[in-house]
């Protein structure tokens, strides 16, 4: 069988757990997080192993908080991603305070990760059928190290009630694959679809959009080993906020014809808590998940 595994983003969790961190703001009927439903829906794909990207300081309360008990449901392992972790010869820049992005956080798993793997946001809730369609493409193409793929939701299923959003608006040609991915900030609904707030651009709300789900080979974290010297190396007038960033490091591959990306479209709805505002909807999202017999509660 196919070893794969599920990889979590979660070192954006503040130091001190409780109801101010989005993350693990209970949203379920018995209190169940978005991680659970996530991990939940992997395990229930196929994939065998979670790894979770957190920060050394919060390993502890972490582990009794949200680890421990996954460690009951499948192997669990943990990557560290800290602003301090560099490559030789490069240093912290001075009022530097947070980590260099998701680019960064994925290197954290090298050395732990060893198997096809699909990376996911902590915070974000991405339905059932992406994780399937993952899955089954990781398991039918693991020997193909640069043929990876990515969960393109429709960006009108993920737009929120409460203001802009950040999303990275693919481009695809008529073989599924990715051309281009264009990050773009500030994304609102509006009657006729979407739009950029503040001016007079529009976008296909039926679009297919990144939510930084992405179905990856262990090759790629030696292709993003490299990248980071390049980009530590050019960190142009930002040095304080610049990211090294999936959606940005996908695209240059795709560019350089180093990466083939196939886009799975899902019709699953995205929701996660960007705004305090989202609490609810999502909360009642998920009441209505259980309502429907999509999950069962508890979980």
Known sequence: MQDTTLVVMAAGIGSRFGGGIKQLTPVGPNGEIIIDYSIHDALEAGFNKVVFIIRKDIEEEFRKVIGDRMEKKCKVEYAFQEKENLPAGFSVPEGRTKPWGTGQAVLACKGIVNEPFVVINADDYYGKEAFVKIHDFLVEHANDKYNYCMAGFILENTLSENGGVTRGVCKVDEHGHLVDVDETS????????????????????????????????????????????????????????????????????????????????????????????????????FRKLVEDGVYSSPL
């Open 186 to 285: 500030n994304i609102i609904k509006t009657p006729e679809g979407a739009a950029i707030a503040g001016s007079d651009r529009k976008i296909d709300a039926k679009s297919n959009v990144s939510m930084n789900m992405w179905g990856l080979t262990p090759e790629y974290i030696d292709i993003l080993e490299e990248g980071f010297v390049e980009f530590l190396k050019n960190l142009g007038d930002n040095p304080l906020k610049a990211e090294y960033l999936l959606p940005i490091i996908m695209d240059k591959l795709i560019k350089e014809k180093k990466a083939s990306v196939t886009v799975l479209e899902t019709q699953d709805k995205w929701f996660g808590v960007t705004y305090a505002e989202d609490k609810d909807y999502v909360i009642e999202s």
